[in-house]
């Protein structure tokens, strides 16, 4: 069964860090992708990365505060996120594809994404 299972959310006050980890199982991928919802508002593109060749792309509100890293070994891809604000506050999820996606238009959109983590909550407090 092919499946993506988040861990490492939680409350931290502005200005912590957490680190949000993506374990897939029954399968590789070529790219996996960190998204975002807020309550209320639709699901945001957060980071990227290619699992071939470690590529990455941030959406602009997080570069600088937020790492993706892959672990090809473990089949596992994290989320360093530093600097954390309080509009950061969300529910956490890592979706994968077999595609690499060239354009931020399609490897930002939810649609190109056929597997789904169950997602995890990130809270930041003022």
């Known amino acids: 069964q092919v499946q993506l299972v988040e861990s490492g959310g939680g409350l931290v006050q502005a200005g912590g860090s957490l680190r949000l980890s993506c374990a897939a199982s029954g399968r590789t991928f070529t790219t996996i992708a960190w998204f975002r919802q807020a309550p209320g508002k639709e699901r945001d593109f957060v980071a990227r990365?290619?699992?071939?060749?470690?590529?990455?792309d941030y959406v602009d509100s997080v570069k600088g505060r937020f790492t993706i890293t892959r672990d090809n070994g473990k089949n596992t891809v994290s989320l360093q996120m530093n600097s954390l604000k309080p509009k950061d506050t969300a529910v956490y999820y890592c979706?994968?594809?077999?595609?690499?996606?060239?354009?931020?238009?399609?490897?930002?959109?939810?649609?190109?994404?056929?597997?789904w983590g169950q997602g995890t909550q990130v809270t930041v407090s003022s």
């Open positions: 990365i290619t699992c071939n060749m470690g590529n990455t």
């Open positions: 979706a994968a594809s077999d595609s690499l996606f060239i354009g931020r238009n399609f490897y930002s959109d939810t649609r190109n994404y056929v597997t």
